[in-house]
């Protein structure tokens, strides 16, 4: 019996791992000499992943964990990262708008509270000018 459990429980664990790698999504962007990488799967309303920004031709790199909530064509969450390769973990709100297949990366006024930083939502997000617009990619 704890064989066929065992085999059940090892066929579901392929099974998810096999549909998260076919859910991911690959983006990359390119603003001035900055480069930027965005890795996301989905899950339900929610998104995980990897982000790199590539400053100055690789010079410097930001590198680390996004993950978030999704409603409709927003997706928005935190990007938790070492800067610059390296040094004390930070992490700063990140929001994404969808459109027209890209990703848009947003702005928004910032607060800092118990050294966290949140947005603040008595201001409306800006995608006007986004300095980083992702396009799909293959891996």
Do not use: W
């Not at 990703?103 to 006007?128: A, R």
Request: proline share 3%; net charge neutral.
């Amino acid at each position: 019996m704890q064989k066929l459990l065992f085999a059940l429980g090892l066929c579901l664990l392929i099974s998810c791992a096999q549909h998260t790698e076919n859910n991911t999504e690959y983006y990359r962007a390119i603003h001035q000499q900055d480069t930027a990488y965005l890795t996301i799967s989905r899950v339900e309303n929610q998104f995980y992943g990897q982000y790199e920004i590539h400053y100055n031709g690789q010079a410097f790199i930001d590198s680390g964990a996004v993950s978030g909530i999704i409603k409709k064509d927003t997706l928005r969450g935190n990007f938790e990262y070492f800067p610059y390769g390296g040094g004390q973990k930070k992490r700063k709100p990140v929001i994404f708008l969808e459109k027209n297949n890209q990703l848009l990366l947003g702005k928004g006024l910032t607060y800092t509270l118990f050294q966290i930083t949140y947005f603040d939502e008595s201001v409306p997000f800006d995608f006007s000018k986004p300095e980083f617009v992702f396009e799909r990619v293959s891996k």
